[in-house]
């Protein structure tokens, strides 16, 4: 064979490995959440607890019209941001918690526990734009001008939102104060992908137009490079 047709083959058959077993790990994550549903009400009580106290309270106040597209996207990032915190973390500390952390490592090499783990924050931080987004919308009467621009800032900062809280729950499996160690972790790493996903939901609102979306395209370069050095460093931290 070939060198460079052999080099190409083997790194196909070492991709495909690591996905084989991220997927693995995601199944097996999915399937325990059906069973306990404990990241996932964590997540969404959090969000429609915080979603009508919001409404209530904002209903109350008379807001000028071109105020709104701002409020409205803090307020709907804020949402997101902090409902993700208070359930994310899980993904790592249950397999503390459970004893099957050892295990885990013995079968399926770090990044494919990372990218099982990103999948199943992923899947979760999608069950919660599915029913937060459309029903803030409804209720906070939020109208969106370019509602494509939105959607995809919603994608990419969904992306860049999971990447670097499952880097981060990776971190802080094996500590004491976890919760606390969580939020105050991934703030400062998740504040620039915050104001970037404001803007562009901003922008989407009141339908200023701009070439090639530039938020999202921030958002997307975030979660790549997030993603990226994930894979890089978390063989360092899930071996120690």
Same mark, same amino acid.
């Given at each position: 064979m070939h060198p460079t047709k052999s +080099?190409?083959? $083997?790194?196909?058959?070492?991709? =495909?490995?690591?996905?084989?077993?991220?997927?693995?790990?995601? &199944?097996?994550? &999915?399937?325990s959440e059906f069973r306990t549903r404990y990241a996932v009400n964590s997540i969404l009580m959090f969000a429609l607890t915080t979603l009508v106290a *919001?409404? #209530?309270?904002i209903g109350s106040f008379r807001i000028e019209e071109s105020e709104r597209p701002f409020l409205y996207a803090v307020l709907l990032w $804020? $949402?997101? *941001?902090?409902?993700?915190?208070? +359930?994310? =973390?899980? =993904?790592? *500390?249950?397999?503390? %918690?459970a004893g099957t952390m050892d295990i885990l490592k013995l079968s399926a090499r770090p990044q494919a526990v990372f990218l099982g783990k990103l999948?199943?924050?992923?899947? /979760?931080? +999608?069950?919660? %734009? &599915?029913i937060i987004v459309p029903a803030f919308i409804?209720? /906070?009467?939020?109208? $969106?001008?370019?509602?494509?621009? #939105? !959607?995809? /800032? /919603?994608?990419? @900062? @969904?992306l860049g939102l999971g990447a670097g809280t499952t880097l981060v729950a990776a971190m802080i499996a094996q500590a004491? !104060?976890? +919760?606390? &160690? #969580?939020?105050?972790?991934?703030f400062p790493l998740l504040l620039p992908l915050i104001i970037t996903a404001i803007k562009g939901s901003e922008r989407a609102a009141y339908g200023i137009s701009a070439a090639g979306w530039p938020e999202v395209k921030i958002a997307a370069a975030y979660a790549v490079i997030m993603i990226t050095v994930s894979l890089l460093l978390f063989p360092l931290i899930w071996e120690e």
């Open positions: +080099g190409r083959w $083997i790194t196909q058959t070492v991709s =495909s490995t690591y996905l084989t077993e991220a997927v693995a790990i995601w &199944l097996r994550d &999915l399937r *919001v409404s #209530f309270s $804020i $949402i997101l *941001v902090f409902s993700a915190l208070s +359930g994310l =973390s899980r =993904s790592f *500390v249950k397999e503390q %918690e999948f199943f924050n992923l899947t /979760m931080l +999608g069950v919660l %734009e &599915l409804l209720l /906070m009467e939020y109208k $969106i001008k370019f509602p494509g621009c #939105f !959607a995809a /800032m /919603m994608v990419t @900062g @969904g004491n !104060a976890r +919760g606390a &160690l #969580f939020s105050a972790l991934s």
